[in-house]
């Protein structure tokens, strides 16, 4: 992919399992890459990835939910770096306390647990997308790509923090994609992809039993999954690195499935 090589790209949640991916993944095409995440033994080993590929590299340990950790770490950026071209909003996930279950209702469910869910996944875009997007307008270019999901087009059960802070994401990305085109450059973009099931810390305890069986949950999802699996972490490679690349410069305020099929199957 054109114009790749030599960029910056600050990746939130970079310690996690599909960022962690998607740092190796853009590490290899040449890109200089800086990592957060409050997980720092997990962001350490994801930037050995990163430099075990030839590209220059950072970690930090910061959370997206603090303003202050996120000017501390785009001011270090800077000073090595010079730029920021690329934005992932990848920090995110669910959490048991914001999920319904046999034992635990709808009515039930612990503020503090829907709280933090919707902060993380929201918020978590909200707060990186102002300080690092500021940097972007000062360039006049750059590209802020957010994680949103299959329940940023439908709610999924059971989740309700999870599907509501994922369609305010999607909601989100369409909006500080017209904002920032229109006010700033029409050179800096906004755009999602929306992952379809991939196995995760997060949500394994849904998808699989104890002896890593599928559960009903996991079943059901692979019966409407056309491609019959679970995604693997580099399946998202290929749909990142292009909505980065010069071949999308025309593209922005999208939101773009990587599901294998799941949100083109009606069930029947």
């Not at 220059?56 to 997206?64: D, H, I, K, N, P």
């Not at 593209?251 to 099929?261: A, E, F, K, N, S």
């Amino acid at each position: 992919m054109r114009g790749l090589r030599g960029k910056v790209a600050v990746i939130t949640g970079g310690g996690g399992v599909l960022c962690s991916q998607i740092a190796e993944c853009l590490a290899e095409e040449g890109v200089r890459i800086a990592l957060l995440d409050i997980a720092e033994e997990k962001t350490q080993e994801a930037l050995r990835r990163v430099l075990a590929k030839g590209a220059e590299g950072l970690a930090f340990r910061a959370s997206v939910l603090s303003r202050e950790d996120l000017i501390r770490v785009a001011e270090q950026v800077l000073a090595s770096f010079g730029r920021v071209d690329f934005l992932i909003n990848g920090a995110g996930g669910n959490h048991p306390r914001g999920t319904v279950t046999d034992e635990v209702s709808f009515f039930d469910l612990p503020e503090d647990g829907v709280r933090f869910v919707f902060d993380l996944n929201f918020w978590g875009t909200f707060l990186p997308s102002q300080v690092f997007g500021k940097i972007m307008a000062h360039q006049k270019e750059g590209v802020i790509l957010n994680i949103a999901s299959m329940s940023s087009f439908r709610p999924l059960t059971r989740v309700p923090a999870y599907s509501a802070a994922k369609a305010a994401v999607a909601n989100f990305t369409q909006w500080l994609a017209v904002y920032l085109a229109q006010e700033y450059s029409p050179r800096i973009r906004v755009v999602a992809i929306a992952p379809g099931f991939f196995l995760t810390e997060q949500n394994k305890y849904l998808l699989l039993g104890p002896q890593g069986e599928l559960t009903e949950r996991g079943q059901r999802i692979l019966a409407h999954t056309p491609m019959g699996r679970f995604g693997a972490p580099v399946d998202l490679c290929g749909a990142v690195k292009w909505l980065l690349s010069d071949e999308a410069a025309f593209v922005t305020g999208i939101v773009l499935p990587v599901d294998g099929g799941f949100s083109a199957y009606g069930g029947v």
